[in-house]
């Protein structure tokens, strides 16, 4: 019973306390214990549910990447919001777009990100893991929304994860 | 508090308003479910997002520090907003929601 008490993911368990710590008003004993609970609890309920980690991940891509997004979010809903509020009805499509990426972490971080993006939502992934299904709400053709998707976020990605 | 930071506040909140509200229209004037779940995702992402940044001015400027739990409430939106999405589209796809006509593509099978 002894890796009962242990820490399966040690960076997991000092992101959510120090998550915690900030979330709740100043860092009191309580607090620290709550946070000692919930750093051991949370890692031990989700354990099952976590993929295998990665070989090796380049985390300094990970910033460039993250205000690529933020950026791209903006745009996006500037986009959205103009579709929604122009009188012409959109084209919408299911695409299914081919995946190079093989790792499960590298996969759902795409799939967030198609979602956040220019008029895209991811909907399902295939259970071999090669095809992610995507709804684009305003889509010209195929192939443009799979090159750009492939440029812009597939690419960084793959960068990161090999 | 100066009155620099007043009017970003109010434009930041102003801004994230509008954008929330035309979430909203969407939701209403989209022809499908498919398409109706752009609108929640996208918009309001930033409209929330907008008036989280004039919460952190306000507070920075009356003086109780830098709020990072609106930063973290924004994290956590940004981080669950593309789930709840991806789960929506799945439960339509698995009791088969009819798309609008001219949708190019099928859902799959479930």
Do not use: C
Not at chain 1, 33 to 60: M, N, S
Request: net charge negative; proline share 7%.
């Amino acid at each position: 019973m002894f890796d009962r008490l242990s820490f399966p993911q040690p960076w997991l368990s000092l992101i959510l306390f120090l998550i915690w710590q900030i979330l709740s008003d100043g860092v009191s004993g309580g607090s620290v214990a709550l946070g000692l609970i919930l750093a051991w609890l949370i890692p031990q309920i989700t354990h099952g549910f976590w993929p295998e980690r990665p070989a090796f991940v380049k985390v300094w891509r990970m910033p460039a990447y993250i205000l690529r997004v933020l950026k791209d979010i903006v745009i996006a809903s500037f986009s959205v919001a103009w579709l929604i509020l122009s009188p012409r009805n959109p084209r919408p499509a299911f695409i299914s777009y081919p995946l190079q990426l093989d790792h499960p972490l590298a996969i759902s971080i795409l799939a967030s990100t198609i979602s956040l993006t220019p008029g895209t939502v991811s909907a399902d992934v295939s259970d071999d893991n090669k095809t992610l299904l995507i709804h684009a709400l305003d889509a010209t053709s195929d192939q443009e929304v799979i090159d750009t998707i492939y440029n812009s976020y597939e690419k960084p990605l793959m960068e990161m994860f090999q | 508090m100066s009155p620099l930071a007043e009017y970003a506040i109010s434009a930041l909140l102003v801004f994230g308003g509008a954008f929330t509200l035309i979430g909203a229209i969407g939701l209403a004037r989209l022809p499908d479910f498919y398409t109706r779940l752009h609108g929640p995702t996208k918009a309001t992402t930033v409209g929330v997002g907008a008036i989280m940044l004039s919460s952190v001015i306000y507070f920075s400027a009356i003086g109780e520090g830098v709020g990072i739990s609106e930063v973290l409430i924004t994290v956590f939106l940004l981080m669950t907003a593309p789930v709840s999405a991806n789960m929506l589209a799945k439960a339509a796809m698995h009791i088969g929601v009819k798309t609008v006509e001219d949708t190019e593509g099928k859902p799959w099978e479930q």
